[in-house]
């Protein structure tokens, strides 16, 4: 029973960890900067999905408030980057 | 039974969403230009991480692991604020590369450069 919820649990992470693997080679060789930030923006989302998936397989709530803090951050760094890109400034 | 099944409808949800991430993933990195990518982004954001949330927490649920409800009502919430902030981030993105000019490509017709 135990190792079949082994297996479950990596059958079941195993496309987030190839979409973290080939959004991270488009964050590294991508050409300009809205490529890298959308990139890094899957890259947090799918990061929290794990997150979730984690505190399940490991019967612990502790995983589950950094994922919602990953969302929030990816938005910050949304808007941010948006903001500077336009107006050449980052402002308040 | 009924913990059964609601674990196992979870399991295929957070399956399901695990291959539009994979489908995402490749569109991210084959697509040619920008534009073409937010595509595979907003895909890889919906029903890459919405929907796989919702998996979660019915697995949470449907499990017999303490603290359950609050792992499923954390997904819930993470879910609902994604579903909400996705969509504007990348739109946000859009224009700002748009309005920066910081992507080269050959458009067929670019109707809010025109504008400008």
């Known amino acids: ?92 | 039974m009924t913990s059964d099944l609601v674990f196992w409808a979870g399991v295929v949800v957070v399956f399901v969403g695990g291959v539009f991430d994979f489908i995402a993933g490749l569109g991210m990195l084959r697509f040619p230009n920008f534009y073409v990518r937010l595509h595979a982004a907003t895909i890889g954001t919906i029903y890459g991480a919405v929907l796989p949330l919702i998996g979660v927490a019915l697995m949470a649920l449907g499990s017999p692991i303490p603290n359950n409800t609050f792992i499923a009502g954390g997904c819930l919430a993470t879910a609902l604020v994604l579903f909400l902030v996705a969509p504007i981030g990348s739109h946000l993105l859009a224009y700002a590369a748009h309005k920066a000019r910081a992507v080269e490509w050959s458009p067929v017709v670019d109707q809010l450069g025109e504008e400008e």
Not at chain 1, 47 to 65: G, N
């Open chain 1, 1 to 92: 029973m135990v190792e079949f919820t082994h297996l479950l649990f990596a059958i079941l992470a195993a496309p987030y960890i190839a979409a973290v693997l080939m959004y991270t080679a488009r964050a590294v060789k991508g050409p300009t900067v809205p490529d890298i930030i959308l990139a890094v923006d899957c890259m947090s989302y799918d990061l929290a999905v794990f997150l979730a998936l984690l505190s399940v397989y490991y019967r612990s709530p502790l995983m589950i408030a950094p994922a919602i803090l990953l969302a929030l951050w990816a938005y910050l760094l949304d808007v941010f980057a948006s903001k500077y890109l336009v107006s050449k400034e980052v402002g308040a």
